[in-house]
């Protein structure tokens, strides 16, 4: 039986924010995967989920498998959860398509020492965020965000304009 709820944010239309518990979902998804394939030695899945990470940061949470089975299965059933700014995870998720990359070019270049240590690294930190919450991506995003001059949204749940999404400081 699905809770009935209203969604604060639309999933795939209001990208400055999301349910922080989809970056969650995303890290389990990943992490189980990449695990998965260094085990098996199945190295394709690395590259299956590095373009999945590249197709979702090019063209949105629409196009990104792990997104859409949250925003359309388990969010509905569950409600959504405390809004974030979502710079940090979609930096934490550039850190992965780069990572998972660079595992299934040393894979195929005959380097599985190399691509099984690079997937298992992927596996370990998302795996990690999805059990702690400690995201070592969003983390350095947020370190090196005041350095380049970027201004972190701290987003309270009554901050958020219902209409459209966004930070009622900003204005609609």
Same mark, same amino acid.
């Given at each position: /039986? ?33 695990? /998965? ?10 590259? *299956? ?25 388990? &969010?509905?059933?569950?409600?959504? #959860? ?28 005959? &380097? ?6 690079? #997937?298992? *690294?992927?596996?370990?930190?998302? *795996?990690?965020?999805?059990t702690t919450g400690f995201c070592v991506g969003c983390w350095i995003y947020k370190l090196a965000a005041?350095?380049? #001059?970027?201004? *972190? ?20």
């Amino acid at each position: /039986m699905a809770v009935a709820f209203t969604r604060v944010a639309h999933p795939y239309r209001d990208t400055d924010v999301i349910d922080a518990r989809a970056p969650r979902f995303n890290q389990v998804v990943v992490g189980s995967i990449a695990l /998965m394939a260094v085990i098996t030695g199945y190295w394709p899945l690395l590259a *299956l989920l590095a373009l999945q990470l590249g197709i979702g940061l090019t063209l949105g949470r629409r196009w990104c498998l792990p997104c859409v089975a949250y925003f359309e299965l388990i &969010q509905p059933r569950f409600g959504e #959860g405390p809004l974030e700014d979502s710079r940090p995870p979609r930096f934490a998720n550039k850190i992965g398509f780069s990572v998972l990359s660079g595992a299934s070019l040393a894979y195929l270049l005959g &380097q599985p020492l190399m691509g099984g240590a690079l #997937g298992l *690294l992927v596996a370990c930190l998302a *795996l990690l965020a999805a059990t702690t919450g400690f995201c070592v991506g969003c983390w350095i995003y947020k370190l090196a965000a005041p350095v380049i #001059g970027v201004h *972190l949204r701290h987003l309270e749940p009554d901050a958020i304009c219902i209409e459209c999404a966004t930070d009622k400081s900003a204005g609609c």
